[in-house]
């Protein structure tokens, strides 16, 4: 397979098996991610090779077997999800809101309570800020199906 038509597989594939969301941290919607499942572990394997991420194994006491779960968060779901958009179809809205979103969260910057930028971790959002993102997260959240455990369970 080329470059190219890799792309198109993993699109196709992520059409099917995986599924885009945003964490909440403290309450409030903070990080892109995105994940695929599935029982065999080398289609997986592809998308971290070629996006890096993480896969991680799981039990399914459902059907009593293993299961496989690609995943990736912020950059890396971002660049992903950048790549595959023009070989999407199915989850190819939920990409674009996605982007979205990323690049919103990105621009957003953080103050401190004294009204300068901040760094570390005391910083916080104005409260316009926090509005936008909360639309994307209620946006995306339309599209996506019911999640237990992390898991889609449509």
């Not at 996506?144 to 449509?154: A, H, L, P, T």
Request: glycine share 8%.
């Amino acid at each position: 397979m080329t470059g190219e038509e890799e792309i198109a597989y993993l699109a196709g594939f992520f059409d099917g098996e995986g599924c885009i969301y945003i964490h909440k941290s403290k309450g409030i919607p903070s990080c892109l991610q995105i994940e695929a499942g599935q029982n065999v572990l080398a289609p997986l394997e592809v998308f971290q090779h070629i996006f890096s991420g993480k896969i991680k194994k799981y039990h399914d006491r459902k059907y009593s077997n293993d299961k496989y779960k690609w995943y990736a968060t912020s950059i890396t779901a971002y660049r992903c999800l950048k790549t595959l958009l023009p070989y999407l179809i199915v989850k190819k809205n939920d990409a674009l809101l996605a982007i979205e979103y990323y690049e919103l969260m990105k621009s957003q910057k953080r103050v401190s309570n004294r009204g300068e930028r901040a760094t570390g971790a005391s910083h916080f959002l104005k409260i316009a800020d926090v509005d936008q993102r909360w639309s994307y997260y209620h946006r995306l959240s339309k599209t996506n199906r019911v999640f237990v455990g992390g898991f889609d369970i449509r």
